[in-house]
């Protein structure tokens, strides 16, 4: 088929979340197979990769959609109807067959390929409360807006009589995140940890809703912290410790919070590393015994859950959003009811005394990866969408 020339859009440019990540691997993969342009907000680590890449890449100059307080709601509306200019004139100087927006906090744009006549589709990678998903569903359907969910829980919960396609996000590059013993070996020698320690292991940014309270929380269970009556001061030394996530932009105070946390934990029993770049992440996730993953809210589809299966770690996460479709209802991995804290303890503590009942988990999760998320499938998948709807257009 002919190659077309399609723009992606991303309103972020971190590189520490799987939206940003996704949408580096798409246009990481089509720029081989169509003429790509990616449109970002600002110059960020996400801007620096990907011409790194040799994906032709533009700087919009436009502050983010977030929640603003006074003037910086003027300043944001401002940068944003500038971008809406120089996108529009960009769109039409390319010639764009396609207009790909990366996720939520895109919509501002959606009207620039609308007004054009230029065919427009979005990831749908995110699950609000039911006044911004009525809104949302309502704003993408008023801009012809093609929109993809990443998981049926989104589509349920995110769009009117459940309207859109659903198309999984693939699983991690099969190249970097796989089973690596020397991996393995590795980054527990780097902490002094041995091969008895049980290890069990959270990644996500730093932010209040993504569950690192509750990992804390069950690590200080584990490790003996709630005691009965007369086992004061016996604190467990089998299970160890790592958890991934750095300081976000506006989180200090919890940040700080965390820290105190980590602090009281027995040295050399807690890992916390701040700042990784996601290909060594890999290398820490062969490392654990366990992966959890317990976010407060509901998580659309995380790319650190298929991460984790991929390097052969089973999975123990709170059934909330699209994770149990990645787990498979449980098959490939335990679900958790949020805010049970005993379920996860006894779950967790069953695992850790059943390591064929971890291998069987950690196969199935391999497996499912596979079959069910190959990345090669996913872009064909996507591949097709892009010429349907040229297609139609024409």
């Known amino acids: 088929m002919q190659p077309l020339r399609i723009a992606y859009l991303g309103s972020s440019t971190a590189l520490d979340g799987g939206s940003e990540l996704r949408l580096l691997a798409m246009a990481t993969h089509f720029n081989t197979v169509h003429k790509v342009v990616l449109f970002l907000p600002d110059k960020g680590p996400l801007f620096q990769e990907a011409q790194v890449r040799g994906i032709h890449t533009v700087s919009l100059d436009f502050l983010r959609l977030r929640r603003h307080h006074g003037t910086d709601w003027v300043r944001w509306i401002?940068?944003?109807?500038?971008?809406?200019?120089?996108?529009?004139?960009?769109?039409?100087?390319?010639?764009?067959?396609?207009?790909?927006?990366?996720?939520?906090?895109?919509?501002?744009?959606?009207?620039?390929?609308?007004?054009?006549?230029?065919?427009?589709?979005?990831?749908?990678?995110?699950?609000?409360?039911?006044?911004?998903?009525?809104?949302?569903?309502?704003?993408?359907?008023?801009?012809?807006?093609?929109?993809?969910?990443?998981?049926?829980?989104?589509?349920k919960q995110m769009l009117k009589d459940h309207s859109g396609e659903v198309l999984y996000d693939p699983g991690p590059d099969p190249e970097v995140f796989r089973i690596r013993p020397d991996q393995r070996r590795s980054f527990r020698q780097s902490q002094g940890w041995q091969d008895h320690h049980l290890v069990i292991g959270m990644v996500s940014k730093l932010l209040e809703n993504k569950g690192h309270r509750n990992f804390i929380r069950l690590a200080q269970a584990l490790q003996g912290h709630r005691q009965k009556p007369g086992e004061e001061g016996k604190l467990s030394d089998r299970y160890r410790f790592v958890m991934v996530g750095g300081l976000s932009?506006?989180?200090?105070?919890?940040?700080?919070?965390?820290?105190?946390?980590?602090?009281?934990?027995?040295?050399?029993?807690f890992a916390w590393m701040r700042e990784q770049p996601h290909a060594e992440i890999a290398g820490i996730l062969n490392a654990c015994d366990l992966f959890l993953h317990?976010?407060?809210?509901?998580?659309?589809?995380?790319?650190?859950?298929?991460?984790?299966?991929?390097?052969?770690?089973?999975?123990?996460?709170?059934?909330?959003?699209?994770?149990?479709?990645?787990?498979?209802?449980?098959?490939?991995?335990?679900?958790?009811?949020?805010?049970?804290?005993?379920?996860?303890?006894?779950?967790?503590?069953?695992?850790?005394?059943?390591?064929?009942?971890?291998?069987?988990?950690?196969?199935?999760?391999?497996?499912r990866i596979e079959r069910e998320f190959n990345p090669d499938r996913h872009f064909q998948a996507l591949d097709d969408v892009y010429h349907q709807m040229v297609k139609r257009k024409r």
């Open 78 to 155: 401002r940068s944003v109807r500038q971008a809406s200019e120089v996108l529009g004139q960009a769109l039409m100087d390319q010639r764009v067959d396609l207009v790909h927006f990366n996720d939520f906090i895109d919509l501002p744009f959606y009207g620039v390929p609308a007004r054009l006549g230029i065919p427009a589709l979005s990831h749908l990678r995110l699950i609000t409360g039911s006044l911004p998903a009525r809104f949302y569903s309502s704003w993408a359907a008023w801009n012809r807006i093609h929109v993809l969910a990443v998981s049926k829980a989104v589509r």
């Open 294 to 367: 317990l976010p407060d809210t509901e998580d659309s589809f995380p790319g650190v859950v298929l991460e984790a299966m991929a390097c052969g770690v089973p999975v123990v996460a709170h059934d909330l959003g699209g994770i149990r479709e990645q787990l498979a209802d449980g098959e490939a991995g335990c679900l958790v009811r949020q805010g049970d804290i005993e379920g996860l303890l006894q779950v967790v503590q069953s695992l850790s005394q059943d390591p064929e009942r971890r291998h069987q988990i950690a196969l199935a999760g391999r497996e």
């Open 249 to 269: 932009p506006g989180r200090e105070n919890y940040f700080q919070e965390i820290a105190r946390e980590v602090e009281s934990f027995p040295s050399g029993s």
